[in-house]
């Protein structure tokens, strides 16, 4: 029988018959040789740990990826040139070294492996009080075997799935693996139907929840990996990690770069074999032709290939990294928070996300109407009686420590602790002023607690239950100082109707007054609970975090869907939901039960109209955020719980609580949020949109000059015969290494920093499916790149034309020549990362990146060094004369004037359009 069917099994059944078929017994348990053999059978009460990768493995993870095959191809052709003319590239150790400080920096901002299932180890009770041998003892919850009889006291974690055999007063917090904000009232005697949720199954305790009142028993029905947090491990360790948008933009480019590549090797060894073929058949047998077009074809993929990219988008995702700590928000992994920017809809658990995960009393019923609560509430005789009543018949903890009430109990207990230091009262004077003198205490069956207090002389039993028992169990009532007899409660009950249809959680006290001497040992429950003086009625709820409702707005001008899942009540989701405007006319609220009896067919076909689930398990979240997957969405999912942590792994991004967050929900996600505001994620997805825009004009910047370096070269081995009568190299591998890494680089990461663009959360989500090239992108960076490449060409040929001029010899006005396509070429480069910075507005109306003014001066520095004598050799270059510096400024410029004069022809069309 598998583990599903055992479990309904054990709630549809009486817990004798469960004893019994665990062959154990609820007085003595387990014998020690029973233990043993059952130990053998099902191990250590465990989860299964995953199995760690190690460095070095994670090392490869950072240079797996086709940029940096396509980087270490063109290290490996440039070594084997290298060989063949006896001598070892620069080329080659620079291509490493930029290859090893990407995966460095890498591994560096993601060296935390995954820590979701040793968390959720973590969470287990290291000790569990069990009856063996009919004596009650202490051991090691990993030793507990099914069948063990379990005793559990208020403060304890249950260390197994366990089917209860006996509750007093029992109350556990399911809250980390159901959702529900509200402690579960657990009935060891009640029988379940068929396929109840598991927040309903009241007659069972899980694993790792926490007992918050009350005492009881249980025998164990699930150890380690088969219990309900067994099965989360299982489903975190199926979810398997994917490419992010902008992982997967980078792969296609790198294998786009490397096709064109080959194209372009392609191209120039047929030319060189057609020019070899026409002018010196006897050159085909050279070496020295073939080493010379290996060389070309070198400095060609160094043109083609931005080495600097791979370790530009690592550095700006790092420093986006940093700056959204700022914004109360620790990414865990440098992609994700690329992926923010692309977010499309936010599945957002209610419980401690949307909501504050405590219970807060917003509406009471007292001298016949109902009171808002709020700093303003005028506080009646009668009210004062409600709220002196709610902190007596307590059961909370509570020290005053910095101003502040520190409460340990029952949220719907701590509510009214809250309530009274709201409306100026002090509770813990109140406690120690009207202290217990005795109780009867809350069971399931009576629906009530009252407790004994000595108040004016008089002897109060304050009496605090389920409004239908309290009604049933008043003759009188209290109004206005005044008590008037009442036998018909109808209106009041209507009353109580009306609070919970707004998902009010509603509480009822009332009281009797005895003589100050009567003996409690004089006293039947029963009596004292009957015949009471009704006060009023108290409505809470879990209320919705006061920052979401706006953030929620944010996220819908953006484009981006909030979808509510949760485990509590459909009626308490609801009306949450309605209250923070996620749920509209046209939609849907389903609980998970509607779910599961959905084919899958049906779920897609309705989903996209579902924002509110409820009463959901781990599976059903997992199934959610795979339907919204499954259109091409980018899905961000929130929780706090061990019961959001499958679905918080499964997401695109998954974002974790950081105050009131399980250990194994941090450990599953993306990001956490170290305030817990559900408004982080907003500015955090704004910091997301900024960087990938950034990242975009990194890209738009790098590639249009790469094009300039390939047409540069390319017309060298084409064009210069037709205008020169040879072949020339118009730059060599060093050049090329030289303009990528050293000045692209630094300008591409100072775009990296540009500021926060207007406007940027009015825009819609962008489409992650599609290339990080459309909306006119690669055109746009091809006809840059053009014009970038003919401006170094033209460049060369005037070079040329100059050097031949002086008559000195051929190799100084070669020389000459590439000295002007040089500088040309990187003065150009260093200009147009001005221009790229907008595609649409002038380089004079954007505020001045500090950053880019910065690197702009290092790089005109570090290029000029290049004509320094010491240096010179190295580059192949000379020091230009005056003349030539004038020309190589103008030529340099006509790309700043091309693209500001496209700018405004684009503008003039936008306003056109804007006004028809």
Same mark, same amino acid.
């Given at each position: 029988m598998d583990t599903n069917q055992k479990e309904k099994k054990y709630y549809e059944i009486n817990h004798y018959d469960v004893i019994k078929s665990l062959d154990s017994d609820f007085k003595y348990g387990l014998t020690d040789r029973k233990v043993l053999e059952i130990r053998e059978k099902d191990g250590l009460n465990e989860l299964v740990k995953p199995k760690k990768r190690s460095l070095l493995l994670k090392f490869f993870d950072q240079i797996n990826n086709f940029m940096i095959y396509v980087l270490l191809g063109a290290a490996l052709v440039s070594f084997v040139?290298?060989?063949?003319?006896?001598?070892?590239?620069?080329?080659?150790?620079?291509?490493?070294?930029?290859v090893l400080l990407n995966a460095i920096i890498g591994l560096v901002q993601e060296g935390k492996a995954d820590k979701a299932l040793e968390s959720i180890k973590a969470l287990s009770s290291p000790n569990a009080k069990v009856i063996r041998n009919g004596i009650e003892m202490v051991i090691k919850s990993n030793e507990l075997v099914v069948g063990d009889i379990v005793i559990l006291d208020a403060g304890d974690f249950v260390p197994g799935d366990l089917r209860l055999i006996e509750t007093i007063s029992l109350k556990i917090d399911e809250s980390a693996l159901t959702g529900e904000a509200v402690p579960v009232e657990k009935n060891a005697n009640f029988i379940l139907e068929k396929d109840a949720p598991l927040g309903d199954r009241i007659n069972l305790a899980y694993m790792s929840t926490v007992v918050t009142y009350g005492r009881g028993k249980g025998v164990v029905v699930g150890t380690g990996?088969?219990?309900?947090?067994? $099965?989360?491990?299982?489903?975190?360790?199926?979810?398997?990690?994917?490419?992010?948008?902008?992982?997967?933009?980078? &792969?296609?480019?790198?294998?786009?770069?490397?096709?064109?590549?080959?194209?372009?090797?392609?191209?120039?060894?047929?030319?060189?074999?057609?020019? #070899?073929?026409?002018?010196?058949?006897?050159s085909l047998k050279s070496p020295s032709l073939w080493i010379e077009t290996l060389l070309t074809s070198v400095a060609l993929a160094v043109a083609?290939?931005?080495?600097?990219?791979?370790?530009?988008?690592?550095? @700006?995702? #790092?420093?986006?990294?940093?700056?959204?700590?700022?914004?109360?928000?620790?990414m865990r992994t440098l992609p994700a928070v690329e992926t923010l920017g692309s977010t499309t809809i936010i599945c957002s658990d209610k419980?401690?996300?949307?909501?504050?995960?405590?219970?807060?009393?917003?509406?009471?019923? @007292?001298?016949?109407?109902?009171?808002?609560?709020?700093?303003?509430?005028?506080?009646?005789?009668?009210?004062?009686?409600?709220?002196?009543?709610?902190?007596?018949?307590?059961?909370? =903890?509570?020290?005053?420590?910095?101003?502040?009430?520190?409460?340990?109990?029952?949220?719907?207990?701590?509510?009214?602790?809250?309530?009274?230091?709201?409306?100026?009262? !002090?509770?813990?004077?109140?406690?120690?002023?009207?202290? *217990?003198?005795?109780?009867?205490?809350?069971?399931?069956?009576? =629906?009530?607690?009252?407790?004994? +207090?000595?108040?004016?002389? $008089?002897?109060?039993?304050? @009496? $605090?239950?389920?409004?239908?028992?309290?009604? %049933?169990? %008043?003759? *009188?009532?209290?109004?206005?100082?005044?008590?008037? !007899?009442?036998s018909d409660f109808?209106?009041?009950?209507?009353?109580?109707?009306?609070?919970?249809?707004?998902?009010?959680? @509603?509480? &009822?006290?009332?009281?009797?007054?005895?003589?100050?001497?009567? $003996?409690?040992?004089?006293?039947?429950?029963?009596?004292?609970?009957?015949d009471l003086t009704f006060v009023g009625l108290v409505g809470m709820k879990d209320p919705a975090r006061p920052e979401v409702k706006e953030a929620i707005k944010i996220c819908k001008k953006a484009g981006i869907t909030t979808i509510m899942i949760t485990g509590d009540h459909k009626n308490t989701a609801l009306a949450i939901a309605k209250d923070l405007d996620i749920f509209g006319a046209d939609d849907i609220a389903i609980t998970g039960k509607d779910l599961d009896n959905m084919s899958d067919t049906e779920f897609l076909s309705k989903y996209m109209h579902i924002k509110v689930y409820a009463r959901v398990s781990p599976e059903n979240k997992v199934r959610i955020v795979s339907a919204w997957k499954s259109s091409g969405l980018v899905v961000a999912m929130t929780g706090d719980g061990?019961?959001?942590?499958?679905?918080?792994? =499964?997401?695109?991004?998954?974002?974790?609580?950081?105050?009131?967050?399980?250990?194994?929900?941090?450990?599953?996600?993306?990001?956490?949020?170290?305030?817990?505001?559900?408004?982080?994620?907003?500015?955090?997805?704004?910091?997301? *949109?900024?960087?990938?825009?950034?990242?975009?004009?990194?890209? +738009?910047?790098?590639?249009?000059?790469?094009?300039?370096?390939?047409?540069?070269?390319?017309?060298?081995?084409?064009? &210069?015969?037709?205008?020169?009568?040879?072949?020339?190299?118009?730059?060599?591998?060093?050049?090329?290494?030289?303009?990528n890494i050293v000045t692209d680089s630094l300008m591409a990461i100072a775009l990296g920093l540009e500021l926060k663009e207007k406007n940027i959360m009015s825009e819609k989500p962008r489409d992650s499916r599609k290339s990080i090239f459309a909306g006119g992108l690669g055109?746009?960076?091809?006809?840059?790149?053009?014009?970038?490449?003919?401006?170094?060409?033209? &460049?060369?040929?005037?070079?040329?034309?100059?050097?031949? #001029?002086?008559?000195?010899?051929?190799?100084?006005?070669? *020389?000459?020549?590439?000295?002007?396509?040089?500088?040309?070429?990187?003065?150009?480069?260093?200009? +147009?990362a001005f221009n790229c910075r907008s595609d649409k507005e002038s380089i004079f109306s954007l505020k001045i990146n500090k950053w880019l003014v910065g690197a702009f001066a290092i790089c005109i520095i570090l290029q000029l060094l290049t004509t320094l004598p010491v240096v010179r050799e190295v580059f192949n270059v000379n020091m230009p004369n005056l003349l030539e510096w004038l020309i190589i400024a103008g030529i340099t410029l006509i790309i700043f004037f091309y693209m500001e004069i496209k700018k405004l022809v684009v503008r003039i069309k936008f306003r056109n359009r804007e006004t028809v």
């Amino acid at each position: 029988m598998d583990t599903n069917q055992k479990e309904k099994k054990y709630y549809e059944i009486n817990h004798y018959d469960v004893i019994k078929s665990l062959d154990s017994d609820f007085k003595y348990g387990l014998t020690d040789r029973k233990v043993l053999e059952i130990r053998e059978k099902d191990g250590l009460n465990e989860l299964v740990k995953p199995k760690k990768r190690s460095l070095l493995l994670k090392f490869f993870d950072q240079i797996n990826n086709f940029m940096i095959y396509v980087l270490l191809g063109a290290a490996l052709v440039s070594f084997v040139s290298g060989l063949l003319e006896n001598k070892i590239e620069a080329d080659t150790f620079l291509i490493l070294a930029i290859v090893l400080l990407n995966a460095i920096i890498g591994l560096v901002q993601e060296g935390k492996a995954d820590k979701a299932l040793e968390s959720i180890k973590a969470l287990s009770s290291p000790n569990a009080k069990v009856i063996r041998n009919g004596i009650e003892m202490v051991i090691k919850s990993n030793e507990l075997v099914v069948g063990d009889i379990v005793i559990l006291d208020a403060g304890d974690f249950v260390p197994g799935d366990l089917r209860l055999i006996e509750t007093i007063s029992l109350k556990i917090d399911e809250s980390a693996l159901t959702g529900e904000a509200v402690p579960v009232e657990k009935n060891a005697n009640f029988i379940l139907e068929k396929d109840a949720p598991l927040g309903d199954r009241i007659n069972l305790a899980y694993m790792s929840t926490v007992v918050t009142y009350g005492r009881g028993k249980g025998v164990v029905v699930g150890t380690g990996m088969n219990t309900e947090i067994g $099965k989360i491990a299982t489903l975190l360790g199926e979810q398997e990690s994917e490419q992010t948008p902008l992982q997967k933009s980078i &792969a296609n480019l790198g294998k786009i770069l490397a096709i064109i590549c080959l194209i372009i090797v392609g191209v120039i060894f047929l030319i060189t074999i057609i020019e #070899a073929s026409i002018t010196n058949p006897l050159s085909l047998k050279s070496p020295s032709l073939w080493i010379e077009t290996l060389l070309t074809s070198v400095a060609l993929a160094v043109a083609a290939i931005p080495e600097g990219l791979p370790a530009i988008i690592t550095i @700006v995702l #790092a420093i986006g990294m940093q700056n959204l700590v700022k914004e109360k928000a620790i990414m865990r992994t440098l992609p994700a928070v690329e992926t923010l920017g692309s977010t499309t809809i936010i599945c957002s658990d209610k419980t401690g996300t949307l909501t504050q995960n405590k219970m807060d009393i917003l509406k009471v019923f @007292v001298d016949n109407k109902i009171e808002l609560i709020n700093d303003n509430t005028k506080i009646s005789s009668t009210l004062e009686k409600l709220i002196l009543f709610g902190v007596l018949n307590n059961d909370t =903890k509570t020290k005053l420590q910095d101003g502040v009430y520190l409460k340990i109990g029952d949220p719907t207990e701590t509510a009214f602790i809250d309530l009274a230091s709201k409306l100026k009262y !002090d509770p813990i004077k109140l406690f120690d002023t009207y202290s *217990r003198d005795f109780e009867y205490p809350f069971d399931s069956d009576r =629906k009530m607690m009252t407790t004994f +207090h000595i108040i004016n002389s $008089k002897l109060y039993a304050c @009496v $605090k239950g389920a409004p239908d028992v309290i009604f %049933s169990n %008043s003759i *009188r009532v209290l109004e206005n100082d005044i008590v008037s !007899d009442k036998s018909d409660f109808s209106d009041y009950e209507n009353i109580n109707i009306s609070l919970a249809n707004e998902a009010l959680r @509603v509480l &009822a006290f009332a009281y009797k007054e005895y003589p100050i001497d009567t $003996k409690f040992s004089s006293l039947k429950m029963e009596d004292v609970e009957k015949d009471l003086t009704f006060v009023g009625l108290v409505g809470m709820k879990d209320p919705a975090r006061p920052e979401v409702k706006e953030a929620i707005k944010i996220c819908k001008k953006a484009g981006i869907t909030t979808i509510m899942i949760t485990g509590d009540h459909k009626n308490t989701a609801l009306a949450i939901a309605k209250d923070l405007d996620i749920f509209g006319a046209d939609d849907i609220a389903i609980t998970g039960k509607d779910l599961d009896n959905m084919s899958d067919t049906e779920f897609l076909s309705k989903y996209m109209h579902i924002k509110v689930y409820a009463r959901v398990s781990p599976e059903n979240k997992v199934r959610i955020v795979s339907a919204w997957k499954s259109s091409g969405l980018v899905v961000a999912m929130t929780g706090d719980g061990v019961n959001d942590a499958p679905s918080i792994k =499964k997401a695109d991004i998954g974002i974790a609580m950081g105050i009131t967050g399980t250990e194994v929900a941090k450990g599953a996600a993306d990001m956490i949020l170290t305030d817990d505001n559900f408004a982080t994620i907003i500015n955090a997805v704004s910091e997301g *949109r900024t960087i990938f825009a950034n990242i975009k004009k990194a890209i +738009h910047y790098l590639l249009s000059c790469n094009v300039g370096e390939i047409l540069a070269v390319f017309l060298g081995t084409t064009l &210069a015969i037709l205008i020169l009568g040879n072949t020339v190299t118009t730059l060599t591998a060093v050049q090329l290494l030289w303009v990528n890494i050293v000045t692209d680089s630094l300008m591409a990461i100072a775009l990296g920093l540009e500021l926060k663009e207007k406007n940027i959360m009015s825009e819609k989500p962008r489409d992650s499916r599609k290339s990080i090239f459309a909306g006119g992108l690669g055109l746009n960076l091809f006809i840059e790149g053009i014009i970038m490449g003919l401006m170094a060409f033209g &460049a060369y040929i005037i070079g040329y034309k100059m050097g031949e #001029a002086e008559g000195i010899s051929l190799e100084f006005a070669e *020389r000459n020549a590439e000295t002007m396509c040089f500088m040309v070429l990187s003065l150009s480069q260093l200009v +147009h990362a001005f221009n790229c910075r907008s595609d649409k507005e002038s380089i004079f109306s954007l505020k001045i990146n500090k950053w880019l003014v910065g690197a702009f001066a290092i790089c005109i520095i570090l290029q000029l060094l290049t004509t320094l004598p010491v240096v010179r050799e190295v580059f192949n270059v000379n020091m230009p004369n005056l003349l030539e510096w004038l020309i190589i400024a103008g030529i340099t410029l006509i790309i700043f004037f091309y693209m500001e004069i496209k700018k405004l022809v684009v503008r003039i069309k936008f306003r056109n359009r804007e006004t028809v």
